[in-house]
């Protein structure tokens, strides 16, 4: 099993920026891909950033690239979701979840067994 948190998340005017943190305790995160996904009012949950825990590879939703970076400390047992360039549209609650394998894209939200419980994330106009 694999206990995730998260944090970080806040009112924010557009354009402004905020990190996301997930802490993970448990089984060895190091050894587990990592992803952020997000769920806005009256929308389905959807993907947002990956990393893979070997290569540290990466892959993001066209609508977050050259905004958003999601990095790992496999030492402290936490992942990053850092945002930048927030648009109003970024609005949601923002969930971390791990995985043993690395799921394919298509796979979306069931390829990670894990979740966190998500935090706010509201971007101001």
């Known amino acids: 099993q694999v206990q995730l948190g998260e944090s970080g998340g806040g009112l924010v005017q557009a354009g402004g920026s905020l990190e996301l943190s997930c802490v993970a305790s448990?089984?060895?995160?190091?050894?587990?891909?990592m992803g952020w996904f997000r769920q806005a009012p009256g929308k389905e949950r959807e993907f947002v950033a990956r990393?893979?825990?070997?290569?540290?590879?990466?892959y993001y939703t066209n609508s977050v690239k050259g905004r958003f970076t999601i990095s790992r400390d496999n030492a402290k047992n936490t992942g990053y979701l850092q945002m930048n360039s927030l648009k109003p549209e970024d609005t949601a609650v923002y969930y971390c979840?791990?995985?043993?394998?690395?799921?394919?894209?298509?796979?979306?939200?069931?390829?990670?067994?894990?979740w966190g419980q998500g935090t706010q994330v509201t971007v101001s106009s």
């Open positions: 448990g089984r060895t995160f190091s050894r587990f891909t």
């Open positions: 990393i893979t825990w070997s290569e540290g590879t990466t």
């Open positions: 979840a791990a995985s043993p394998i690395v799921p394919s894209i298509a796979a979306g939200e069931n390829g990670y067994p894990y």
